[in-house]
């Protein structure tokens, strides 16, 4: 669910056969509801939520604080809370507290001795990071696509027909995806990736890792999510990680991006 970027619709029949094979598969799904919610568009939103609300998924996962009220006043199903919260302390986390809260996802803009200490004096909830994946840097309402190359036309889906990029004065290229609300999704040019650095981060106990990956391909996923878990039971072991500079040179070769280990080492420059 969410921000749907790649064209492929959640409907109601369609969430019900990925909740069942998720179950099939000994895994949890939880829906995700778009990042923004106007209120010109309750009609479309408003709905939606109370649909998902009576499927039988592990959870919903909200970004805004008007979904969240909505949310613990019409369902009873496990909240999880997305990183565009903007969860960067210990208070935010207590604020908005709630027995129906099971997970926060932390701001991609702490370091890691930031995320050590909101996890030592936070709230019992488990807490989420970001591992891997392409960032959002920006949502926009107006339409590159549609104003360069259409302009006074009514829109013809561009953005469904090919894969574009903005590409900035250092000739690097980010890629941009439009929402069923036609709203621009400009992404990082590099990808998040904590693949090689996982034995630094798991020692935060209670945390949850997270791969970002609503754009990519199910044969992306499925490799990403094996190496991911391979590597996870290696450190639950206390093995060495084995061809980690090799698995990240083949995740560069599956995008076709480089990648970054974000702000989790460095802090925000």
Not at 67 to 96: D, M, R, V
Not at 206 to 228: D, H, I, S, W
Request: glycine share 8%.
């Amino acid at each position: 669910g969410g921000d749907e970027l790649t064209g492929f619709h959640w409907t109601e029949q369609a969430l019900s056969e990925a909740i069942e094979m998720a179950h099939q598969s000994g895994s949890r799904l939880v829906i995700g509801l778009p990042r923004i919610n106007r209120e010109g568009q309750r009609q479309q939103w408003e709905p939606y939520l109370q649909m998902v609300s009576k499927l039988p998924s592990d959870g919903i996962i909200l970004s805004d604080l008007g979904t969240l009220q909505l949310a613990l006043e019409e369902t009873t199903q496990p909240i999880f809370l997305n990183y565009t919260f903007n969860f960067f302390n210990s208070y935010g986390l207590k604020t908005l507290q709630n027995p129906h809260i099971r997970q926060y996802t932390l701001s991609p803009e702490l370091t890691l001795e930031q995320i050590k200490e909101i996890s030592r004096i936070g709230p019992e909830a488990r807490l989420e990071c970001l591992v891997q994946g392409p960032l959002e840097l920006m949502i926009s309402e107006y339409c590159p696509l549609h104003s360069l190359l259409e302009a006074g036309k009514q829109c013809g889906g561009l953005c469904r027909q090919n894969q574009y990029f903005l590409r900035d004065r250092l000739q690097l290229d980010f890629p941009i995806y439009t929402d069923q609300f036609c709203r621009l999704h400009l992404l990082n040019t590099k990808d998040l990736c904590l693949y090689g650095d996982l034995n630094r981060v798991s020692p935060v106990g209670n945390l949850v890792y997270r791969l970002e990956l609503k754009t990519a391909t199910a044969n992306q996923v499925g490799f990403m999510v094996q190496e991911y878990h391979r590597a996870l039971s290696a450190i639950n072991k206390d093995q060495q990680l084995e061809n980690d500079d090799f698995v990240i040179k083949e995740f560069k070769a599956l995008t076709g991006r480089d990648i970054t280990k974000g702000h989790y080492f460095r802090g925000v420059e």
